[in-house]
């Protein structure tokens, strides 16, 4: 098979979603449709022995939430899929963020109860910063929620993107009947409790079809009234919009009963792009490129606790991996030989003999490689878009055992390059401030640096809110600076200066006290 044909079969995506929305459900059956899970795990198991297959680190599966970002590659079709699944807890990390910018497309899904919640927005804002184009599921449907319109006008206004409705649900809850897919022109009818794909499809060229009536009795005038308004009102699926993320096509479904996960699937596969070119400091770098080269967009630790590995994920950009091939690792000016690298099945991993761009890799990692990291066969390459955003919550690491400070260090400078947290060393007595965007990552936190570094630690409240990374052109401004401001500048895990704000009024009081210094809210990785 040539290598055009290789990269535009492939299909690599996040979900993305707020807590509870059934996005772990979704999951698990966009793989039992891949064949690649034969049975799912019930969210409402997670507390038994069977926990989802995507959850696997422990705080998981006692809190029944997905924390670390999972990737799992499928086949669908003639497609290949690389799914990566973001926590969507609203005590999600930096992670979260991180792994939107190694995506092609999203997959939005929407709870039709609670419409549009916050953790939505903010994931939002991250892939409107790369323009990703975006399907969205609304989820839920055998239970009684807002109107569909409703729905449609919420997403509209809260996440400023158009709806454009590819399917449209005959009834919610107890009336549930099924949907009408605009796409096909055909009614899907819902069976509750039916098997996998267990549903009647009719195929019908009009809605003013007598079959309808026969079907759907009193709801067949409902459902043509809603399309009529529909056509009159929406705006139709236009590619151009969708590729760019300013339009998004919206299915309806229950994931929980498998109910318009197939057609949601097949409109993916379909409208969603193949690997697309990538921006680097020094060029645009294009998949087709025969030159292979990857960026890290993710460093998970201790995924397999009886190993203490740590695993490298990376994106691939353009060419084409081949096990055992020997790349430039830039930052460090080295070139290694990747013998092993790994795709994943949520828990199960698989050594690959090749892969290409678009998909995603596993690459064993003793602490050389960093987020941000590009690996190439031979130009030296930066792609940009990786950002350290700035974190929203912090607290003071309180050590017990004061003879655990070496431990306390390695485990912290390992955990804040993997993402997890950010850690700040204050310039005023050496102190540790953590930084997250959720926070659970407090507590994750601390639970790892127990059972990983055997370190005994806990954390308390700080008078910090609010992070900046600062930089000056003139270097007597920002000595001055430094002088001034000296109890509230610390340095984070790579050395750059920070200022932390006991509140957002004290930080814009600064800027403008302090023109010539930048605050930045977010950061490259180095």
């Known amino acids: 098979m040539s290598f055009s044909t290789e990269i535009a079969k492939r299909r690599t995506f996040g979900i993305i979603s707020h807590p509870d929305a059934g996005k772990t459900t979704l999951t698990e059956k966009l793989l039992m449709f891949g064949g ?13 022995s069977r926990h989802a297959t995507s959850d696997w680190m422990k705080i998981e599966q006692e809190r029944g939430i997905s924390v670390a970002s999972s990737v799992m590659k499928f086949n669908y079709r003639d497609f290949e899929i690389n799914l990566l699944d973001t926590p969507g807890h609203q005590d999600f990390s930096e992670d979260t963020y991180r792994v939107l910018t190694a995506v092609d497309s999203a997959m939005m899904v929407i709870d039709s109860a609670s419409g549009v919640e916050a953790q939505t927005e903010k994931l939002m804002e991250v892939c409107r910063m790369r323009n990703t184009p975006i399907v969205t599921f609304i989820n839920k449907l055998d239970r009684e929620g807002l109107e569909p319109l409703d729905l449609l006008t919420d997403i509209e206004e809260k996440l400023q993107i158009e709806c454009t409705p590819m399917s449209w649900p005959i009834g919610m809850g107890k009336s549930f009947k099924g ?14 409790g039916a098997k996998t794909n267990d549903f009647d499809t009719v195929k019908i060229s009009d809605l003013s079809d007598p079959k309808v009536d026969e079907l759907l009795g009193t709801q067949a005038d409902e459902l043509r009234d809603d399309i009529e308004l529909l056509e009159g009102a929406a705006d139709p699926f236009n590619l151009e919009q969708f590729l760019i993320g300013s339009q998004t096509p919206v299915f309806f479904g229950s994931a929980v009963n498998n109910f318009g996960v197939k057609e949601l699937l097949d409109a993916f596969v379909e409208l969603s792009p193949s690997p697309g070119p990538r921006d680097a400091v020094e060029r645009t770098v294009h998949p087709n490129e025969k030159g292979f080269s990857a960026f890290c967009f993710k460093i998970q630790a201790n995924m397999d606790p009886a190993h203490r590995d740590r695993i490298a994920f990376f ?11 020997t790349v430039r690792h ?13 795709i994943f099945m949520a828990q199960d991993r698989a050594h690959v003999e090749e892969a290409y761009a678009g998909d995603i890799i596993g690459i064993h990692n003793h602490g050389t490689i960093k987020i941000g990291d590009t690996f190439t066969t031979k130009e030296a390459l930066k792609f940009t878009g990786i950002p350290n955003f700035a974190p929203e919550l912090f607290r003071r690491i309180r050590l017990k055992d004061p003879m655990k400070r070496k431990q306390l260090h390695k485990g912290l400078v390992q955990l804040s390059e993997e993402g997890a947290v950010q850690v700040f060393k204050t310039l005023l007595g050496g102190d540790y401030i953590l930084g997250a965007v959720g926070v659970l990552q407090f507590d994750v936190t601390v639970a790892r640096l127990n059972a ?3 370190v005994d630690a806990d954390y308390v409240a700080t008078d910090f809110q ?3 990374w600062v930089t000056a052109e003139d270097d007597k401004k920002m000595s001055e600076f430094r002088r001034l401001f000296e109890s509230n500048l610390s340095e984070d895990a790579d050395g750059f200066l920070s200022y932390l704000a006991p509140s957002a009024w004290k930080l814009s009081y600064t800027e403008e006290q302090w023109p010539d210094i930048t605050f930045h809210k977010t950061r490259e990785h180095i």
């Open 315 to 325: 994106r691939i950009c353009s060419g084409k991996f081949k096990k055992g091939m």
């Open 36 to 48: 690649a899970i034969q049975m799912a795990g019930a969210v409402k198991a997670r507390k038994a």
């Open 466 to 468: 609010i992070a900046r």
């Open 330 to 342: 830039h930052r460090l000016g080295k070139d290694v030989k990747i013998p092993n690298a790994t």
């Open 179 to 192: 949907v009408y897919n605009l796409y096909k022109k055909e009614l899907n009818l819902f069976k509750a």
């Open 452 to 454: 990983e570094y055997k």
